[in-house]
């Protein structure tokens, strides 16, 4: 294993950095994605909370590897093209933010009821309720739960290879066929997702103790 | 002048009849306690007066305001009515003096110096000035009916609502609460509308009992002639029962 680590580590640290490049803005997008559809999800106007779940029940019911395929494929057909790194982060953004939507949602509705309903009575509007009083604490509940999807979207990145994203994953493939040594490539290929999971790993449960 | 005024309200929940026909009004500075069985529609009766309940038909005026009107902004009765829960619903995460002035910064737009040299104030009136830096969990259940009455005052409202504020509290701590209840029912200018099975406190403070059963206001009168001679037969039952137990 040390020897194809030393030997192809040009190639094993540029895919790193694309895996930890599409993660980190796939974790930002889907962040940003799926709180907004969480919130669609819990709105006192029907139509919209019918919205936010057909877009929740769509991605998070479709295989990764089929979305991510859908936006290499057929949106080049459609409009412009787009490449493989493109392509697999915006799947994997899109895909997540659907679990991140019923993760942030479930969070907010854990929240006790009458913390909404005392802020309100206090005069606060109902977004500055929610900023302020109901989101801040869910935000806590969601930590733990929210520390498995973002550990599930680094290694889901792996997805790029697919679709030639030049991601760690894309990079030991295209190792192991050359050198035929795939054990110790996939070994090492292991060892380095490991170097990014675990780190975040401990992140999160930092994140949650510190504001429990 | 009148404060609250229900014109012919109605309120179904699905096929439920929560508020049946309620005609009632009460003035400013009136201290008005409604009593009554668990299920009577008292707490669905409050929450209405403050919009937490919506109503199903009739007429709703709270200060001034048409509640049933699409267009009134209920965050403005909001800021003139202030709400204490049963279960207290102290912010979590803030702090006690937080919690006191946080609306008055958001919603009346204070500083924050002048908002916390308030809140202090207001603390002090309900005997907690020391606790101003401790979270609502560090507190015992009276405590936080405490803060959570001085979060109200500070908005400086014309009327209270109080949802059966002691139901929820351990008997040493009920007497703390009514305290601080009658020291603000003392200032003529505060509307009071209090759901309670405090039989003591209404006598002592309230102008006015109204007894509701089944979704109905079936008594409304001075507090003194309501517990002299209850005219309705299921009033004295009820009032049997929660003195004599």
């Known amino acids: 294993m040390l020897s194809i680590l030393v030997n192809h580590w040009p190639e094993l640290w540029s895919g790193l950095l694309f895996t930890l490049g599409s993660s980190v803005l796939a974790l930002i997008g889907s962040l940003i994605v799926g709180t907004v559809f969480a919130f669609l999800e819990i709105s006192e106007r029907k139509w919209v909370r019918i919205i936010g779940r057909i877009y929740v029940e769509i991605f998070r019911n479709i295989p990764l590897l089929v979305i991510t395929m859908f936006f290499y494929v057929v949106i080049p057909m459609l409009f412009a093209n787009v490449n493989g790194f493109t392509a697999g982060t915006i799947g994997l953004t899109i895909y997540t933010s659907a679990f991140i939507a019923e993760t942030v949602r479930a ?67 295209l190792i192991a066929s050359t050198t035929f040594d795939t054990s110790n490539t996939y070994l090492a290929v292991g060892l380095l997702y490991l170097v990014l999971t675990l780190p975040l790993s401990y992140f999160m449960r930092y994140l949650e103790k510190k504001w429990a | 002048m009148s404060m609250i005024e229900f014109h012919d309200v109605e309120k179904y929940y699905g096929d439920f009849h929560a508020l049946k026909d309620i005609n009632l009004t009460i003035d400013k500075g009136e201290v008005v306690v409604i009593i009554g069985p668990s299920g009577s529609g008292k707490s669905t009766l409050l929450r209405s007066m403050n919009g937490l309940n919506t109503i199903s038909s009739g007429k709703l005026i709270v200060n001034n305001f048409d509640l049933a009107d699409k267009k009134t902004d209920i965050n403005k009765i909001r800021r003139e009515v202030g709400m204490v829960f049963q279960h207290f619903n102290l912010y979590a995460n803030k702090t006690v003096l937080q919690n006191v002035s946080l609306a008055p910064q958001l919603v009346l737009k204070e500083d924050k110096a002048q908002s916390e040299k308030e809140a202090m104030e207001l603390l002090k009136l309900v005997g907690l000035e020391d606790k101003a830096q401790s979270y609502p969990s560090m507190l015992s259940g009276g405590q936080e009916q ?86 309705e037969e299921r009033a004295r039952q009820f009032l049997s029962k929660i003195i004599n137990h």
């Open chain 1, 107 to 173: 969070g907010i509705e854990a929240v006790d009821l009458g913390q909404m309903e005392a802020a309100r009575s206090n005069g606060l509007s109902y977004l500055q309720a929610m900023v302020h009083i109901v989101f801040p604490q869910a935000i806590k509940i969601t930590i733990p739960p929210l520390g498995n999807q973002f550990i599930n979207l680094v290694k889901n990145s792996s997805v790029l290879a697919f679709v030639a994203g030049f991601d760690l994953m894309y990079q030991g493939n």
């Open chain 2, 146 to 231: 405490r803060v959570a009455i001085a979060r109200s005052l500070a908005m400086k409202p014309q009327a209270l609502l109080f949802d059966e504020p002691t139901s929820a509290l351990d008997p040493e701590m009920i007497g703390d609460v009514l305290d601080v209840m009658k020291k603000v029912a003392a200032d003529d200018g505060m509307t009071m509308i209090v759901v309670t099975h405090e039989m003591g406190f209404a006598k002592e403070v309230a102008d006015r009992l109204v007894f509701m059963a089944d979704g109905e206001i079936l008594e409304d009168d001075d507090t003194k002639s309501f517990f002299a001679h209850p005219k």
